[in-house]
């Protein structure tokens, strides 16, 4: 029997790590295989406190890693791939291991939906990138593409003119499905232009960005669009094909919070992207992450007190 099972090993569900261990619970993380979340996918975090020189993603992941070790948390690297939280105690299997447990953090993350090219894995990091406010600032004084049609694309774009020179968003239809107000904002702004009917088909270069090649889904015309950078804006999906049925989730997949962590089942809590699709960010995960241990704590003192003081009081 864990008192703690983390699922997810992101910066959320290592901070969760750290902040239990040091409350002595000895939690076990379900790291998955692809561990570390989406900072792995990151070259050079800047935005993150305390390295003012930046740090590459997968230097501060480890890094966390091995504080959350150094406390007590043991690690699983491999994917939950049920959980049973109909009754207690809570139930979570990894391959054909069943873990008990009397609290669990969810902090499995959400991934960004990518358009699936070789050359576009291949230069991941490297221009190629799900996040302008992690990685806008390395374009200044460069044109970036965009591709995506919904609110997250114009709020991408319209971020990334800050630092851009021009901003080229490219649009498989010939009308957007984004708010009216961004819409309006987007095609107002005099360093945005747009490609409508047209489809990334290849993105060019060899250690870094230099163009992306572009398809017409209407003629099959293509031609190549000179670019420094691209960013994939077509949305994310959230970790928890596994959660159905078990937790209560909203229309888009992400686990409904209650008072910042609580989910719908008792000693089940929640942190990181799992469950916000708003800010998305490494700091705001590890807030979350630490919040949710401290509720995990406390409902542990309070789960255990509850028999202490009925026999007391007998």
């Known amino acids: 029997m864990e008192q703690v099972i983390v699922l997810g090993s992101g910066p959320a569900g290592l901070t969760a790590a750290i902040y239990a261990a040091r409350a002595s619970l000895s939690p076990l993380v379900v790291a998955g295989r692809e561990a570390g979340g989406q900072l792995m996918l990151t070259t050079e975090v800047e935005n993150f406190p305390g390295f003012p020189e930046g740090i590459q993603g997968p230097e501060l992941m480890d890094a966390m890693r091995r504080q959350a070790e150094r406390f007590g948390a043991r690690f699983v690297d491999d994917d939950a791939t049920g959980v049973d939280f109909t009754g207690h105690p809570l139930k979570v299997t990894v391959g054909d291991q069943t873990y008990e447990a009397e609290a669990v953090i969810v902090a499995t993350g959400a991934s960004a939906r990518w358009l699936g090219l070789p050359s576009e894995q291949r230069l991941r990091g490297r221009g190629v990138s799900s996040c302008a406010t992690c990685d806008g600032y390395f374009f200044q004084g460069k044109k970036v593409v965009v591709v995506g049609g919904g609110d997250t694309a114009m709020e991408e774009a319209l971020f990334l003119t800050r630092f851009a020179t021009e901003v080229v968003v490219v649009h498989r239809r010939d009308a957007l499905r984004a708010s009216k107000v961004l819409q309006d904002r987007a095609r107002a702004h005099p360093k945005i232009r747009f490609v409508w009917n047209a489809v990334v088909e290849e993105v060019l270069g060899d250690k870094s960005v230099e163009g992306v090649r572009l398809r017409d889904v209407k003629t099959g015309e293509t031609r190549v669009e000179p670019c420094h950078g691209l960013f994939v804006a077509i949305g994310h999906d959230p970790n928890t094909g596994f959660l159905r049925g078990q937790l209560d989730l909203d229309e888009r ?62």
Do not use: N, W
């Open 253 to 314: 997949g992400y686990v409904v919070v209650h008072d910042e962590t609580r989910t719908s089942v008792e000693g089940v809590f929640c942190a990181g992207d799992v469950a916000d699709h708003r800010y998305r960010q490494a700091i705001t995960a590890a807030a979350a992450g630490c919040k949710a241990a401290m509720d995990a704590e406390k409902y542990l003192e309070a789960r255990h007190a509850a028999p202490l003081a009925s026999s007391a009081s007998s």
